[in-house]
């Protein structure tokens, strides 16, 4: 079975810094690009950032350039948000989210996410 | 940025009932290259992750059921439910992927 498994989410102080991990599995982690999209509590969706299958790629939305570096080791399956400078309105939902590739970049596997909270 | 605007905000119909829910962009997602429409539609049910329903605007996702279905081109596209049933109770989203930032619509509320 196709599956993302996020974790790293919890209650941070403005200014602080979290790690967040998402768990490939089910399929060829290394042939995809991956991304992260976050929710704000009952508020619609956000893409955050992407990064390639080799990981010398990546994309910030304006809101976290600077302060997010999205990375991911393809040797363990895995795919990682480094969040610093945290801020009250990042709290939201983070999901990861694979690319189907090709052409596409819409998002076709999500994982359950998992909350950040900064207050 | 490209702007995704979906409307209604939200809407109440009955079960058997069709849907339709709107969404345009504030420039063409239309790649005359390919003749494709880079936008995607999905759901997503309180408590859960989005689900993807549609892509290259009318593409159905392996498994989404025919009563629903994605049509329009350039910047017009809409979402359709043919018969509702009590499950498709959700918000459903656009999103755009022509270009960078990829953009969601700010969402639909379906209830019955």
């Known amino acids: 079975e196709v599956q993302l498994l996020e974790s790293g989410g919890g209650l941070v102080q403005p200014g602080g810094s979290l790690r967040l991990s998402c768990a490939a599995s089910g399929f060829t982690f290394r042939s995809f690009d991956m991304s992260w999209v976050r929710q704000p509590p009952g508020k619609g969706l956000e893409w955050v950032s992407d990064i390639n299958t080799r990981g010398d790629y990546r994309q910030y939305a304006d809101s976290v350039k600077g302060r997010f570096t999205i990375s991911r080791d393809n040797s363990e399956n895995t795919l990682y948000l480094q969040m610093n400078s945290l801020r009250v309105d990042d709290t939201a939902i983070y999901y990861c989210a694979r690319v189907p590739g090709g052409d596409r970049h819409d998002f076709d596997v999500w994982g359950q996410g998992t909350m950040v909270t900064v207050s | 940025d490209i702007v995704m605007t979906q409307s209604p905000n939200s809407l109440v119909l009955s079960l058997g009932e069709r849907a339709t829910i709107n969404c345009r962009s504030s420039?063409?997602?239309?790649?005359?290259?390919?003749?494709?429409?880079?936008l995607a539609w999905y759901q997503q049910k309180p408590g859960q992750p989005p689900k993807l329903l549609f892509y290259w605007a009318s593409a159905r996702e392996f498994g989404v059921p025919d009563r629903f279905s994605g049509s329009g081109s350039g910047t017009d596209f809409t979402l359709t439910i043919s018969s509702l049933l009590a499950e498709d109770v959700a918000v459903y989203y656009c999103?755009?992927?022509?270009?960078?930032?990829?953009?969601f619509g700010q969402g639909a509320k379906l209830e019955i």
């Open positions: 999103q755009q992927y022509y270009s960078s930032p990829r953009t």
């Open positions: 420039q063409s997602l239309l790649q005359s290259s390919n003749n494709k429409n880079y």
